[in-house]
């Protein structure tokens, strides 16, 4: 091979080198959002289960009941 083809693909390989750290890096970061994401949907279930049993424990309207316009 000749140099100027040694030089160009060494140069393409460290090119494809920093995008893969780049695309881990995003990754990395779209991984701690999501874990995120599922720990406040977990809590916002949780808050919902509660408070249909104390809605529905004190002898107000159930989660299920239609509106009184209905």
Known sequence: MSEKRIV???TK??????LIQDLNK???EQ???LEKLE???KYLLE??????????SDGS???DEKPPHY
């Open 8 to 10: 160009e693909l060494e």
């Open 13 to 18: 390989q460290a090119y494809q080198e920093d």
């Open 26 to 28: 995003i990754i990395f």
């Open 31 to 33: 991984q701690k959002r």
């Open 39 to 41: 720990e406040a949907c």
């Open 47 to 56: 808050q919902t289960k509660e408070l249909a049993e104390i809605t529905s």
């Open 61 to 63: 309207a159930t989660v």
